[in-house]
């Protein structure tokens, strides 16, 4: 049996799966890591886990040989700002564990169940709260020096659009400028009440279209996905891949941009899905 963790901001999606199908699984308050960790240990303790995998909101230290490793690193979440996440968990169950963001597990769960299935690469892009992204290349997540944070790029503006932007590193980059927040910013409306004939919704679209781009031309995926809640906008899918080809202007050839640029196979899933899987492979490497 394996475990697996997505580890969000406002939630915990704690499963457990044996031959490859989920036999139980709990929803968790993000609250103090110590009554959240609790909780998340009531629920594993029922049960015999050969490896775990654990997909958690960011930053977080991902370097094995840095102090830091498995630290979930400047969170303005109380009590979760430099704290050993990995540590506490290793500590009860001594099991192996596989350690990454929550949007590099929702981009394994979906390069070997979801949207991505017989590719070898992708990415998973979240347009929530926040933007971020997930990348696996050569059917392994991608990482450098850290774990790459490609919601904070920077976009050319849109001529119409004046807004300063939510980033509170940045201002307008990506997620500045693209994130569900900056949405309700501009217009005093959240994005799922605003009418589909809004103009911020080509301002988006172009954002977020050039961050396609921006992806493509430097890691050529074979497929992008795209998650989280602004992307339940079906007509903005639409606009963005209308963008993409415009922007793109024909430079780089990709597939047929209904099939390239797609919604998540494995809705609400791709993260707690991707985290068992990477305790499957985890396993499989002892
Ligand atoms: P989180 O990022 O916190 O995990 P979500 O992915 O649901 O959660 O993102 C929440 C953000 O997405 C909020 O800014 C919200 O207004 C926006 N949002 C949620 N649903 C929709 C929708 N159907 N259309 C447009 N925006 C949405
Ligand atoms: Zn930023």
Same mark, same amino acid.
């Given at each position: ?17 044996? &031959? ?8 968790? *308050?993000?609250? $103090?890591? #110590?009554? %959240?960790?609790?909780?998340?240990? @009531?629920?594993f ?12 909101f ?40 596989a ?45 450098g020096?850290?774990?790459? &944070? ?8 849109? *001529?119409?659009? $004046?807004? #300063?932007? %939510?980033?509170?590193?940045?201002? @307008? ?78 430079y ?20 707690i ?14």
């Amino acid at each position: 049996m394996y475990g697996g963790i997505e580890a969000g901001g406002t939630k915990f999606i704690c499963a457990v799966s044996n &031959e490859g199908v989920i036999v139980e699984r709990v929803s968790i *308050p993000t609250t $103090t890591p #110590e009554k %959240t960790l609790k909780q998340v240990f @009531d629920f594993f303790d029922q049960y015999e886990l050969e490896a775990l995998g654990i997909g958690s909101f960011g930053p977080i230290g991902i370097d094995k040989n840095a102090d830091n490793y498995g630290y979930v690193l400047a969170t303005p979440k109380p009590g979760w700002g430099n704290y050993n996440f990995l540590g506490s968990i290793q500590e009860r169950y001594g099991i192996p564990m596989a350690w990454t963001t929550d949007v590099n597990a929702a981009a394994y769960g979906e390069l070997l169940k979801g949207a991505a299935q017989g590719k070898k690469s992708c990415i998973y892009l979240t347009v929530g709260t926040g933007i971020g992204a997930g990348v696996v290349l050569e059917g392994d997540i991608f990482s450098g020096l850290a774990h790459p &944070e490609m919601g904070h790029i920077w976009v050319k503006r849109h *001529p119409e659009d $004046t807004y #300063e932007g %939510t980033c509170p590193y940045h201002k @307008d980059c990506l997620e500045g400028l693209a994130a569900g927040p900056s949405i309700e910013a501009r217009t005093g409306i959240k994005g799922q009440e605003l009418p589909q004939d809004h103009p911020i919704w080509d301002i988006q679209a172009y954002y977020i279209a050039q961050a396609l781009i921006n992806y493509t031309l430097t890691l050529a995926p074979e497929k992008i996905i795209l998650g989280g809640g602004v992307m339940n906008q079906d007509h903005l899918l639409h606009k963005i891949r209308q963008q993409f080809v415009e922007l793109m202007g024909g430079y780089m050839e990709t597939p047929q941009v209904d099939e390239y640029i797609v919604r998540w196979g494995l809705p609400n899933e791709s993260g707690i899905i991707g985290s068992l899987l990477l305790a499957e492979k985890e396993h499989g490497k002892q």
